[in-house]
């Protein structure tokens, strides 16, 4: 098995910047991918930025420049730099890793609130 946690989610204003933490822990194969979803109310949940495990990342193309997802393998942990942040941001933001065969684990997701 596998557990996510996330960090680092609050109440922030627009313009700011705050950073996310994912560790992840258990059975954890190379090669994999991790990264992060998100959840605003109401809406469907959608990709923000994924990673692999040799740095190898792609983001939702409206995040594309805010945005800045990166890894460290040796802790199995990844990271999300959000910067100039919008009122839309606003959301659940989920951790995910993909092993493979081996399956996809998900955090219990940390809110992020950017208030005007």
């Known amino acids: 098995q596998v557990q996510l946690v996330e960090s680092g989610g609050g109440l922030v204003q627009a313009g700011d910047s705050l950073r996310l933490s994912c560790a992840a822990s258990g059975s954890i194969f190379s090669p994999n991918t991790m990264g992060w979803f998100r959840q605003a109310p109401g809406k469907q949940r959608e990709l923000v930025a994924v990673i692999t495990s040799d740095s190898s990342a792609r983001y939702a193309d409206s995040l594309k420049g805010r945005f800045a997802i990166s890894r460290d393998n040796a802790m199995n942990t990844v990271y999300l730099q959000m910067n100039s942040l919008k009122l839309e941001d606003t959301a659940v933001y989920y951790c995910?890793?993909?092993?493979?065969?081996?399956?996809?684990?998900w955090g219990q997701g940390t809110q992020v609130t950017v208030s005007s």
């Open positions: 995910t890793i993909r092993l493979g065969r081996y399956g996809d684990y």
